[in-house]
C-alpha cells in the first residue's frame, strides 16, 4: 500500500530564510514523487517531481527537494523564502509511471513572516 | 489554452439533491480524474478515466457516477446528495507521456 506522510501541519518561516517543508512516503516499488502547491481559493499546481537519476530535483519558483532512499524523504526546500511561497503545500506518491492512483499527504502550510 | 475549467465554481444543495459536476480540458490530455479534498485529509480519488470511452473507480467511489463524455469532458454525478459529500471537488487530467496531474480551480460544494 502506498502512504505519504507530512509530519508538520504548519511551517513558519521568515522572509529571507532558507525553508523545508517535510514528506515520508512509503510504496512498494521504486517511488514517483510529486511536489504541489495549492493558494488560497485555487487548484493545485505542479512545483516538481522526482522520477529516478539524480537526488536533488529542481523545480518552479527555485523550489527543489531532495529524493532520500534510505530515509524515504522527500523534503522540499527552497534557499530564499519569499512572502509569496506562503501557501499550502502537497506531496504526493505513485508506485508507477504512468500510474492513476496519486496519494496525496494531507498538506503543510507554510507560512512566511516579513 | 484555458487548461482545466471546472463548472459550478460553487454550489448548496439540500440533502437528497442530485447534481453534476462539470470539467473539461483543452489539452488535448488522454487521462482525467476527480479528487476531493477534506480539510486534515489531503486528496482522495473518487473516480479516473485513463482514456475516453473508460472509467475506474478510485479510493472513495460510492456515492458518485461519473460520465467520459468525449475526450475533452469528464462529469461526476451525485445522485443523491449527502452531508458527508460537502467538500472541495478538484478536476485533474494527463497526458499520456507525462506523469504529473494538471488540476482545474475546484468546485465548492456544501450539502446542508
Known amino acids: 500500500a502506498q502512504s505519504v506522510a507530512q509530519p508538520e501541519d504548519q511551517v513558519n518561516v521568515a522572509e529571507g530564510n532558507p525553508l523545508t517543508v517535510k514528506c515520508t512516503y512509503s510504496v512498494s516499488g521504486n517511488p514517483y514523487l510529486f511536489w504541489y502547491v495549492q493558494y488560497p481559493n485555487r487548484g493545485l499546481q505542479f512545483l516538481l517531481k522526482y522520477i529516478t537519476g539524480d537526488n536533488l530535483v529542481k523545480g518552479s519558483y527555485g523550489f527543489e527537494a531532495e529524493f532520500n532512499k534510505s530515509q524515504t524523504s522527500f523534503h522540499l526546500k527552497k534557499p530564499t523564502a519569499l512572502v509569496s511561497d506562503s501557501a499550502l503545500y502537497f506531496c504526493a506518491v505513485s508506485e508507477r509511471a504512468g500510474a492513476n492512483n496519486l496519494f496525496f499527504g494531507t498538506g503543510t502550510r507554510l507560512t512566511v513572516i516579513p | 489554452n484555458a487548461g482545466v475549467t471546472q463548472t459550478p465554481k460553487f454550489q448548496v444543495l439540500k440533502t437528497g439533491q442530485s447534481m453534476t459536476l462539470q470539467c473539461a480540458q483543452d489539452?488535448?490530455?488522454?487521462?482525467m480524474y476527480w479528487y476531493r479534498q477534506d480539510p486534515g485529509m489531503g486528496l482522495r480519488l473518487i473516480y479516473y478515466s485513463a482514456s475516453e470511452g473508460t472509467t475506474d473507480k478510485g479510493e472513495v467511489p460510492n456515492g458518485y457516477n461519473v460520465s467520459r463524455l468525449n475526450k475533452r469532458e469528464f462529469s461526476l454525478r451525485l445522485e443523491s446528495a449527502a452531508p458527508s459529500q460537502t467538500s472541495v471537488y478538484f478536476c485533474?487530467?494527463?497526458?499520456?507521456?507525462?506523469?504529473?496531474?494538471?488540476f482545474g480551480p475546484g468546485t465548492r460544494l456544501t450539502v446542508l
Open positions: 489539452m488535448n490530455h488522454n487521462s
Open positions: 485533474a487530467s494527463r497526458p499520456a507521456k507525462m506523469i504529473e496531474q494538471f
